[in-house]
Nanobody
Framework: QVQLVESGGGLVQAGGSLRLSCIAS????????MAWYRQVPGKQRELVAV???????NYADSVKGRFTISRDNAINAIDLQMNSLRPEDTAVYYC???????????????WGQGTQVTVSS
């Protein structure tokens, strides 16, 4: 069984910083894209940042210049450095990976359990 384990959420004041981490565990094979999504109650889950296996990154317009995604292919892990946080960044943040699992050559979406980020004004 493959799991994505997240850490690093919490409560921070506006203007502050947090760093989220996510690492894959279990029988995981090749991993394509890895990403961070976020969701607030009553809204759809939205893409925050994505990084390809080759290191190409893309960000939601709302976080460009403030958030940085990084990846370690050796351990199938990603981080999200979040600076200049705003109250509207408050959400549950989910780690995502498009990966092979077990003996399968197919790729499947894998999600973490989510970590709460709360930014106070």
């Amino acid at each position: 069984q493959v799991q994505l384990v997240e850490s690093g959420g919490g409560l921070v004041q506006a203007g502050g910083s947090l760093r989220l981490s996510c690492i894959a565990s279990g029988s995981i094979g090749r991993v394509n894209d890895m990403a961070w999504y976020r969701q607030v109650p009553g809204k759809q889950r939205e893409l925050v940042a994505v990084v390809t296996r080759g290191g190409i990154t893309n960000y939601a317009d709302s976080v460009k210049g403030r958030f940085t995604i990084s990846r370690d292919n050796a351990i199938n892990a990603i981080d999200l450095q979040m600076n200049s946080l705003r109250p509207e960044d408050t959400a549950v943040y989910y780690c995502y990976a498009d990966a092979q699992t077990g003996d399968s050559e197919s790729y499947f979406p894998i999600w973490g359990q989510g970590t709460q980020v709360t930014v106070s004004s």
